[in-house]
Nanobody, 123 residues
Framework: VQLQASGGGLVQAGESTRLSCAAS????????MSWLRQAPGKGLERVAD???????AYTDFVKGRFTISRDNSKNMLYLQMNSLKPEDTAVYYC??????????????????WGQGTLVTVSS
């Protein structure tokens, strides 16, 4: 089983970037997929979630700026991030689960995690 996140890097405030997560080794289409992040010195926080039926949820601080999507034919998860702010600086993780539901799902209810990709937003 593998989740490989990519697409992070240094961007200017107000710019956009897209994260990708390549999944392998499990039935991707059956799993809910999430993006979570951890800012320097802070705890893990939810960003966005997409269920296996396509239902989507976002945390308040990214609504209207970020878009989560998935391509089950390619076993890929995406996070389009627009209007980035310095406070979006964090390591972003993709994760897969068949347990729990947004927004109460706990970190230990995720079955698989990617390695994380760092997004740094400069002001």
């Amino acid at each position: 089983v593998q989740l490989q996140a990519s697409g992070g890097g240094l961007v200017q405030a107000g710019e956009s970037t897209r994260l990708s997560c390549a999944a392998s080794g499990f039935r991707f289409s059956s799993f809910a997929m999430s993006w979570l992040r951890q800012a320097p010195g802070k705890g893990l926080e939810r960003v966005a979630d997409i269920m296996n039926d396509g239902k989507i949820a976002y945390t308040d601080f990214v609504k209207g700026r970020f878009t989560i999507s998935r391509d089950n034919s390619k076993n890929m998860l995406y996070l389009q991030m627009n209007s980035l702010k310095p406070e979006d600086t964090a390591v972003y993780y993709c994760a897969a689960t068949m347990r729990g539901r947004w927004p109460t799902r706990k970190a230990d209810e995720y079955d698989y995690w990617g390695q994380g990709t760092l997004v740094t937003v400069s002001s």
